[in-house]
């Protein structure tokens, strides 16, 4: 059996961040901000959201999976890149 991953020594830490607000994937797949290459992303940072306003799409096998806000608040932060792949349970937004 292959060992664990382990991270690099002296990898710099990344800054704490309070992940207990975080609207995670619920899947794995690419993470878009917008509906398409020349659309307007779902939402900005700093941007009020409702709980089942559209966030992002998570591509899977073809299909494009539209991600609803969890609850009501203001989006703090967009902790992935458009683009990037996703694992399930990663945060992928910020909202308090």
Do not use: H
């Not at 659309?39 to 609803?68: H, R, W, Y």
Request: charged share 20%.
């Amino acid at each position: 059996a292959a060992a664990a991953p382990v991270a690099a020594a002296g990898a710099p830490a990344a800054p704490a961040r309070d992940l207990s607000k975080a609207q995670t994937s619920p899947m794995v797949g690419t993470f878009y901000r917008a509906p398409g290459p020349n659309a307007p992303v779902f939402v900005e940072v700093g941007q009020s959201v409702n709980a089942g306003d559209t966030l992002c799409i998570i591509e899977a096998m073809k299909l494009m999976n539209e991600i609803e806000a969890e609850r009501s608040g203001v989006v703090k932060e967009i902790l992935v890149e458009n683009g990037q792949p996703v694992e399930f349970g990663e945060p992928l937004f910020i909202i308090e």
